[in-house]
């Protein structure tokens, strides 16, 4: 994948997460980006760079049944159609989407 496609596609999931975070309710995007900041001091781009970190702060917020939804609705609004449904293959199927390597 090209360096262009991987900024294009992390900034697609950023935007995409944005959005699900705000269709859920007012208060949802301000609760995910205070959380960021204070726990990982980072902000909603963690999720197209590190989607595993970001996947882990969704599951400490919402536990692991509402992470799960969230990433779920994630991967179907991207278009992306997991073989499974466990956290690892959404990990996975994200950061190849990013462009976002292991070691990132």
């Not at 991987?6 to 975070?21: D, S």
């Not at 204070?38 to 197209?48: C, K, Q, W």
């Amino acid at each position: 994948m090209s360096k262009l496609n991987a900024e294009i596609n992390r900034a697609l999931v950023v935007a995409t997460a944005r959005e699900l975070l705000t269709q859920l309710g007012p208060h949802f995007l301000p609760t995910v980006e205070a959380y960021l900041k204070a726990r990982y001091n980072a902000d909603l781009e963690i999720a197209g760079e590190d989607p595993k970190k970001f996947y882990r702060a969704i599951e400490e917020l919402f536990g692991e049944f509402g992470a799960a939804m969230f990433f779920y609705n994630l991967l179907m609004e991207l278009h992306l159609k997991p073989d499974k449904r466990d956290k690892e293959t959404v990990i996975s199927l994200i950061k190849e989407f990013a462009g976002v390597e292991d070691g990132e």
